[in-house]
């Protein structure tokens, strides 16, 4: 990732949670259409989703501990999401790497993000 794709990402955590899904999408329709291909990106697409999805829900949480359990499924998603991306990348040509890792490390970071607001309630 460049210095100016890190400096464009969104401050709004929504708005950055829905990037991640959308770019996500994005690379699932470049890669080769394999059985493993397909059956990967299916989970990926749905927990890079849930990400964002998830983080709604905690914005909208009626209590501070069902804020916290919904930041928690929100970074186990990330986590999740960075596992089947990982798996793409071992299992596809080098040309995919690049973007590929670039969203791993996307999801990293909204693992770590989500883990200092957890840790501050």
């Known amino acids: 990732m460049t210095n ?8 709004d955590l929504e708005e950055r949670t829905f990037q991640f899904a ?7 329709r470049k890669i080769p259409k394999t059985i493993a291909n397909i059956e990967d990106g299916k989970q990926v ?6 990400v964002g999805a998830n983080y709604i829900e905690a914005n909208e949480a009626f209590s501070k501990k069902d804020f916290v ?9 990330a986590k999740e999401s960075g596992y ?3 798996l793409i990348i ?5 040309k995919f790497e690049e ?3 670039s969203l791993v490390f996307e999801s990293l970071e909204l693992k770590k993000i989500f883990s200092s607001i957890i840790e501050k309630c």
């Open 45 to 50: 697409i749905r927990s890079s989703g849930s």
């Open 69 to 77: 359990m919904r930041l928690k499924i929100s970074r186990k998603e």
């Open 4 to 11: 100016d794709q890190k400096r464009e990402r969104p401050f």
């Open 84 to 86: 089947w991306l990982r």
């Open 99 to 101: 973007e590929g890792s």
């Open 90 to 94: 071992a299992a596809n040509e080098e």
């Open 22 to 28: 959308k770019q996500v999408r994005e690379f699932i």
